[in-house]
């Protein structure tokens, strides 16, 4: 077998009047995301992470925002196709494992949910699949409140 991993990470500022959307699930919080479309930092990260382990361009390059067609593109709708060309080079998804951190709210209750997001939007099983929320414990910006920031890894394989 073949193996390449990849590191995917992103940020985004909280903003008072978005919706919170963290891998796909609308998440009940008084602030949300501040950037294109959903600013889903998980699935952002996520879609790196599979960018990086298959050799592709940042997902800023393969859909730039300059272009009417990818302009607010739905997070889910992206990552989708990643996975697609991804599959399309030959390549298996073997699992992907993302943190997200943010201090509030606690995202451990939607796990469930957002698992069987992601597997759903990659085409593989769930048990591919892994996030979690950590705190930050007050520390820097993240701490403050001020956004949340998600780190991700992918693994692909493929027969040689
Ligand atoms: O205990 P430790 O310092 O390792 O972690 P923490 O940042 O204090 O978070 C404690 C637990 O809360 C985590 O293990 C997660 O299960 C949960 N958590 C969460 O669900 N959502 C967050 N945004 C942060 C933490
Ligand atoms: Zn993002």
Same mark, same amino acid.
């Given at each position: 077998m073949q193996f390449r991993v990849g590191l995917g990470?992103?940020?985004h500022?909280?903003? &008072? +009047?978005r919706r919170l959307v963290l891998a796909g699930i609308e998440i009940p919080f008084d602030k949300g995301l501040q950037g294109h479309s959903d600013a889903d930092v998980i699935?952002? =990260?996520l879609t790196d992470a599979l960018c990086g382990a298959s050799g592709l361009p940042d997902i800023g390059r393969i859909f730039p925002d300059t272009d009417a067609q990818w302009k607010d593109a739905d997070s889910g709708t992206l990552i989708s196709q990643v996975a697609a060309k991804v599959r399309d080079a030959g390549w298996e998804i +073997? $699992?992907?494992d993302c943190v997200l951190v =943010?201090? %509030?709210p606690k995202i451990a209750p939607f796990i469930s949910q957002m698992k069987t997001n992601v597997a759903r939007l990659l085409s593989i099983e769930e048990n591919r699949? $892994?996030?979690r929320g950590k705190t930050g414990e007050g520390l820097d910006d993240v701490g403050a409140g001020? +956004?949340?920031v998600s780190h991700a890894v992918a693994l692909l394989q %493929?027969? &040689?």
């Open positions: 990470y992103d940020s500022r909280l903003v &008072e +009047g699935l952002h =990260a +073997g $699992n992907v =943010a201090q %509030k699949v $892994n996030l001020l +956004g949340m %493929k027969k &040689e």
